[in-house]
């Protein structure tokens, strides 16, 4: 990676967080109340609202950044992910990334390293989308 590359600040990073959020839950609740729809006809085994949105989310996070490196709100800034290398992530980073990002403890790494622990961890960074 180029050392003078700019890496994202935490208001663009706040503002994906919220939009990825918004948008994870519309699609948690379209699920969940399909997934109902079968519960109440079916009599499939009820499941907490919780456990839907954890897996929409992680399963959203690592596709979203495993085939366009950027989730929609990503998108909408203009920024994508790639590893500390700058080259393409490979799988088992994205593993990662989404795991810790799924967990409520991955915006903690801002105290004291300057990143959150899912780009810590998973050894990525975020930079502005080339043109």
Request: glycine share 6%; aromatic share 20%.
């Amino acid at each position: 990676m180029n050392p003078t590359t700019p890496t994202i600040g935490e208001g663009t990073r706040i503002l994906h967080f919220l939009l990825d959020t918004i948008l994870i839950t519309i699609l948690t609740y379209a699920i969940y109340s399909w997934y109902n729809f079968q519960v109440m006809y079916w009599n499939y085994t009820p499941v907490q609202f919780g456990y839907f949105f954890f897996g929409v989310t992680w399963v959203y996070i690592f596709l979203f950044e495993w085939i366009f490196l950027q989730t929609p709100a990503k998108m909408m800034t203009g920024t994508k992910v790639i590893a500390t290398k700058g080259k393409r992530p490979n799988m088992g980073q994205f593993f990662i990334r989404a795991t810790i990002r799924t967990t409520i403890i991955s915006m903690f790494g801002l105290a004291w390293n300057d990143q959150p622990l899912h780009d810590t961890f998973s050894k990525t960074i975020l930079v502005r989308k080339s043109k």
